[in-house]
């Protein structure tokens, strides 16, 4: 208010405050600018496909022992060539697949997609392809007994080569 006598006080610290005396500004931002740069280039991890359980049976749901299956994975926004892993049945033709991660920092999480437009053009794909299927094998064994289906599993339906 003009012409009335009023300041304003500022708040003081108590003296017994470990950060009485206030860092000066340069060390401050040096130490933002640190902090920024370490978690750009800290690698985060990501999943890229979770586990999977895959059922492999005969169309009567007899369960297929030795049976191949293949997973194939790609995050075609942070990685240049893609994945593949085969995997047999067990007795009860079935088989887990290990959830997929990846660890990546930020700044290629940014630069990434920037790179496939640059190196494909209008050809280029961004995020996470997966595919699951069987492959034919001749050395596996049907089963007698019939098999059950659990909740979360994929189902695949085969007729073996004779």
């Known amino acids: 208010m003009p012409g009335s006598s009023y300041r304003r006080r500022r708040a003081r ?3 017994n405050c470990p950060y009485y005396y206030s860092m000066p500004s340069t060390t ?9 740069i370490g978690v750009m280039v800290f690698p985060f991890p990501k999943t890229l496909v979770p586990a999977q359980r895959v059922f492999v049976t005969t169309k009567d749901m007899h369960p297929i022992s030795g049976a191949l299956v293949r997973q194939i994975w790609r995050d ?3 990685e240049f060539a893609g994945h593949e ?11 887990t697949f290990p959830a997929r991660k990846i660890r990546a920092p930020l700044v290629w999480r ?3 997609p920037l790179t496939s ?3 494909q053009g209008v050809h280029a ?8 299927f069987p492959l034919s094998n001749k050395d596996v064994r049907v089963m007698p007994e019939v098999g059950q289906r ?4 994929i189902w695949y339906s085969l007729e073996p080569e004779s």
């Open 28 to 36: 401050k931002r040096l130490i933002v600018t640190i902090a920024v």
């Open 13 to 15: 610290r108590p003296r």
């Open 85 to 95: 892993e085969d995997l047999p049945t067990d007795a009860d033709g079935r088989v």
């Open 117 to 119: 437009i640059a190196g």
């Open 125 to 132: 794909s961004f995020g996470v392809h997966t595919d699951m």
């Open 76 to 78: 075609y926004s942070l």
């Open 150 to 153: 659990q909740p979360n599993e």
């Open 110 to 112: 940014l630069i990434g």
